[in-house]
């Protein structure tokens, strides 16, 4: 038992390790811990994830994207791998591949819509495509999910502003427009009011 807990404990401590020495730019150091971690649980998605962009950072950028493309197969619905695959996808920089990154963003965007990494990343994604109306749309989801619904406003319409944006695209920023309209009114409500208390 207590044998089992050691060896937990030095597991977790080994993948915190590896996770600094990614965010660090270490990515070959990073990925020899992660290699460790996975001859003992080899099918672990937390260490496969990072174990990929590790090797994506350390230029195996081919590699990893097969790595992550098998994975995104083997597990449609989970939104780490397939946010992870999209990722790599972008950082090609390939208009396609960015395509790509927006079909494979699609269903995780319907579930988790509210999540500014998701949409950040779908944006970038669209950017790629040459989808320049369908990014600033995510940009201003971005910006509503941060704190910043000044801004997120603002972007949804000057997009109703740009020619050149389709039917659907339209409908759907105006609907969006609509949607959010009574919570500008709250946060307008509520800005007066602390004005007024604030004299």
Known sequence: QLRHADAA????LRYGLALS???????????????RLLL??????????PRAEAQRLAGDAAGALAK??????????????QLAYADALNATGDQANGQK??????????????????????????????????????HAEVALYTGRPYDAMEQLK???ERPGIDYYQRARVEAR?????????ELERQ????EDQDR
């Not at 003992?40 to 994830?49: C, G, K, V």
């Not at 269903?107 to 819509?113: S, T």
């Open 101 to 138: 990154a927006m079909t494979v963003l699609r269903p995780i965007l319907a579930k988790y819509g509210a999540d500014p990494t998701t949409q950040a990343t779908f944006a970038r994604a669209s950017e790629l495509a040459g989808e320049e109306a369908r990014a600033l749309e995510a």
């Open 21 to 35: 020495l990614l965010r660090s730019g270490q990515a070959k150091a990073a990925l020899s811990e992660l290699d």
């Open 191 to 194: 800005r007066i009011r602390r």
């Open 177 to 185: 427009v609509e949607e959010l309209k009574p919570y500008m009114a």
């Open 68 to 81: 992550l493309q098998a994975l995104a197969d083997f597990a449609p619905d989970h939104r780490a791998v």
């Open 158 to 160: 000057r997009l109703l």
């Open 9 to 12: 404990r030095a597991a977790s």
């Open 40 to 49: 003992d649980a080899p099918n672990d998605l937390a260490f496969l994830i």
